[in-house]
């Protein structure tokens, strides 16, 4: 009886110290990653520079570097759609 008793409270204790599975339902949802323009208030200003260039060595101050994507031309509707 006793032992019977010992293993229910040890079987207890150890499921009490198990964490919770991650990702359940009760967990609250992140809000999505904010985008950053850099245009906006708060930033530094920068000059955007175009596409495929990059400054000269001997320039000084904060530049906006890389491509800007086109949209895809599989991703824009056809007349057929």
């Known amino acids: ?5 010992s293993i229910l409270v040890i079987t207890g204790l150890a ?13 609250a949802q992140r809000p999505p ?8 208030g708060g930033y530094v200003q920068a000059t955007e520079l ?5 400054p000269s060595p001997k ?3 904060n530049f906006i570097i890389g491509p800007t994507h086109p949209a895809a ?3 824009t509707p056809g007349p057929d759609v």
Do not use: C, N
């Open 73 to 75: 031309p599989e991703f």
């Open 15 to 27: 499921i009490a110290q198990t964490p919770a599975p991650r990702g359940g339902s009760g967990r």
């Open 1 to 5: 009886m006793y032992r019977f008793l």
């Open 50 to 54: 175009p596409d495929g260039t990059v």
């Open 59 to 61: 320039a000084d101050g």
């Open 33 to 40: 990653v904010p985008t950053r323009d850099p245009h906006t």
